[in-house]
């Protein structure tokens, strides 16, 4: 275990570079990226969570309430692209968001984690009638705050 989890922890990094997750959508992809080099078979959820609190103990990534994030001085903007050419920029760098829509995707993140077991419930029923991509593409949708709940029951 301790090998895997060795091999997991820079993927858990790689897919934290492109914003906010959750347990099972780090352990969703990690196991797609594991998949593709046939490295790990079984359950994975054991080798991600030591993964996770190993990294959280050397404080390279942040846990609030079940959401991981990369700790700030550890965020960088083209880490997990190698081989592109491109210095990795600090997040200070960055072309900053407006802050109209930061502040709402803030508050439908918000949202999304108070009514988490709606959210669940909704997922679970879209999965059931529409199928998994969809349903994923939803669940990404949400984490991200692009979208609340509400919206997508209304359409």
Same mark, same amino acid.
């Given at each position: 275990?301790?090998? =895997? ?20 959508? =780090?352990? /969703? %992809? ?9 490295? %790990? ?17 050397? &404080? ?7 959401? +991981?994030? =990369?700790?700030?001085?550890? #965020?960088?903007?083209? %880490? ?5 050419? #491109?210095? %990795?920029?600090p997040v200070a760098e960055r072309t ?5 829509? &930061?502040?709402? $995707? ?11 077991? &709606?959210?669940? #419930? +909704?997922?679970?029923?879209?999965? &059931? ?10 669940? $990404?949708?949400? $984490?991200?705050?692009? /979208?609340?709940? $509400? ?5």
């Open positions: 275990m301790p090998t =895997l989890t060795s091999r997991v922890a820079p993927l858990i990094l790689d897919e934290l570079q492109r914003g906010e997750r959750r347990v099972l959508s =780090l352990t /969703v %992809a990690v196991r797609k990226a594991l998949e593709r080099t046939g490295a %790990a078979k079984g359950d994975l959820t054991g080798s991600i969570n030591s993964a996770l609190r190993n990294l959280a103990d050397a &404080k390279r990534i942040l846990n609030t309430e079940g959401i +991981y994030s =990369l700790a700030p001085r550890h #965020q960088t903007i083209g %880490a997990s692209e190698p081989g592109n050419g #491109q210095r %990795a920029l900053p968001v407006p802050r109209r829509t &930061k502040s709402r $995707e803030g508050r439908n993140q918000a949202a999304t984690r108070r009514n988490s077991l &709606k959210v669940e #419930q +909704y997922l679970t029923d879209v999965e &059931k009638a529409h199928g998994c991509a969809r349903a994923w593409a939803l669940r $990404e949708r949400l $984490e991200h705050g692009h /979208v609340t709940l $509400e919206e997508l029951r209304g359409r």
